[in-house]
């Protein structure tokens, strides 16, 4: 699943107190069920058309867009629902009649299903950046399903901390890869560890809060990591 939030409305949001979710099935799509060029002009196309619709019959906001299983979901929060339903059938019908569709309006005037489902609340800086990147593979056809090499940089202030981490991660099997010199002053010793892991979101989570721990009690910093996409043909 691929998820993008408008995460500002989190700090100002409309007064609007109704969800509508609407959902459309594209024809192309990859092994990893994430549409291709092909099925995102799809998606867009109905996008497009969906937002002419809403506009006409009242006032929104789009908050999210998922892709799942070949599906397009547009998530907006509304003002009125009065005749709603009724206008987004009448597109379908009339532009999109052999697409597959799924429409839901329910209240939310709390706005439960953005902040519970797909707003990542208590998300530290490194969750937005591991989730574009985990984006990015899915994109081009990696279903993130299976283990893989993956690579860790961190650095640290002390070749004796710097060594004390090296052993805590060689008991986790992790290999070391390198040891270089780093321009900042303040963590001037670089390590690049590996080990073959998951990297599904989940797992990976996991695996960089491990790491994280790991180099805070050597006074050390973790970096980031990176894989190599695994695209089916």
């Not at 697409?99 to 953005?114: A, E, F, G, L, V």
């Not at 707003?119 to 990696?142: I, K, R």
Request: proline share 3%; charged share 25%.
């Amino acid at each position: 699943m691929s998820v993008h939030v408008d995460l500002g409305l989190n700090y100002i949001k409309p007064n609007y107190k109704n969800l509508l979710i609407v959902g459309s099935k594209c024809d192309g799509c990859m092994a990893n069920g994430f549409p291709n060029q092909n099925g995102l002009d799809q998606l867009y196309t109905f996008s497009d058309s969906l937002s002419q619709v809403i506009k006409g019959v009242t006032r929104s906001k789009l908050v999210g867009i998922l892709t799942y299983q070949c599906y397009g979901f547009d998530v907006f929060y509304v003002k009125d629902t009065i005749d709603l339903r009724k206008e987004i059938k009448r597109m379908i019908s009339d532009k999109f009649g052999q697409t597959k569709t799924h429409i839901n309006i329910k209240y939310d005037r709390r706005w439960n299903y953005y902040y519970n489902d797909i707003f990542p609340t208590n998300a530290p800086n490194d969750f937005f950046t591991d989730h574009q990147y985990l984006g990015e593979m899915v994109s081009q056809g990696d279903d993130l399903k299976g283990p893989r090499i993956v690579t860790h940089w961190l650095k640290f202030k002390k070749e004796k901390k710097m060594l004390k981490f090296i052993n805590d991660v060689k008991v986790l099997q992790f290999s070391i890869d390198s040891l270089y010199a780093e321009k900042d002053k303040l963590y001037p010793l670089g390590v690049e560890i590996s080990r073959k892991d998951k990297i599904d979101p989940r797992s990976i989570n996991k695996l960089t809060n491990l790491l994280k721990a790991l180099a805070s009690k050597q006074v050390g910093v973790y970096e980031g990591w990176g894989a190599e996409a695994k695209i089916k043909e």
